[in-house]
């Protein structure tokens, strides 16, 4: 399956059902991993930016789109792409731009971070430490207060639209999303599987409640309180 093809189904599905305003929490596209480079400076490859434009040339057409990012350049171009490809379609776009708290504001101190990710052997490990208070609050924000406090502000976007139908797209990083899922969705690793390029979570309101939309499984009512 492509890479984003989950996320548009979702999409697709939620319009079809009455949806007339949705946000998506969503994962950049496919990225370089350059050894020895800060890895949020590696950006998009050239097929991740092929990959951004043809998600957004196959959104559906009568949603307008609006898009917001984390400041990693990676990220923003994702933004940039989506918006592009679904404007080169015949959609309506506005405008994107970048977001501090959708990057990874959740570390509090990335050299201790990377060293408690290297002695743990891994993201995956490291993950289940975070989620489980292992991991010092000087390094990394509780993850339970970090997942809230992300989906808050996503959920926010509901209450600025600019017209109906409207998709907002809110770009982040894969461990955003394993945070999300895990502490908000109960979708752990094991039962959901890794997150991959353009992968998302999706929120919307009905009925003046908040649900919160994932692939896999039923939508289902989201307490942020």
């Not at 020895?36 to 400076?41: I, T």
């Not at 996503?154 to 017209?163: G, I, Q, R, Y």
Request: include cysteine.
């Amino acid at each position: 399956m492509e890479y984003g093809a989950s996320t548009l189904a979702m999409v697709e599905s939620a319009v079809a059902d009455g949806v007339d305003h949705a946000v998506l929490l969503m994962r950049h596209s496919a990225r370089e991993f350059e050894p020895g480079r800060h890895d949020l400076e590696n950006p998009l490859t050239e097929t991740g930016r092929e990959l951004a434009r043809r998600f957004g040339e196959r959104l559906p057409k009568q949603l307008l789109a609006r898009a917001y990012a984390s400041p990693a350049e990676r990220c923003v171009e994702t933004a940039e792409l989506v918006l592009a490809g679904h404007a080169a379609g015949g959609g309506r776009v506005t405008r994107q731009r970048p977001i501090e708290a959708l990057g990874v504001f959740y570390v509090l101190d990335q050299m201790r971070m990377y060293r408690a990710m290297t002695d743990a052997t891994g993201q995956a490990p490291f993950l289940a430490r975070w989620f489980a208070g292992e991991i010092p609050d000087d390094v990394m924000m509780p993850a339970e207060l970090a997942a809230r406090m992300l989906m808050r502000l996503v959920a926010a976007k509901l209450d600025a639209p600019v017209a109906r139908p409207q998709l907002d797209v809110c770009v982040s990083h894969d461990m955003s999303l394993y945070l999300v899922r895990d502490r908000l969705l109960d979708l752990g690793v094991e039962t959901a599987g890794e997150v991959k390029f353009l992968d998302a979570v999706m929120c919307y309101r009905r009925d003046g409640r908040l649900y919160v939309d994932a692939p896999g499984r039923e939508p289902q009512l989201l307490d942020l309180g």
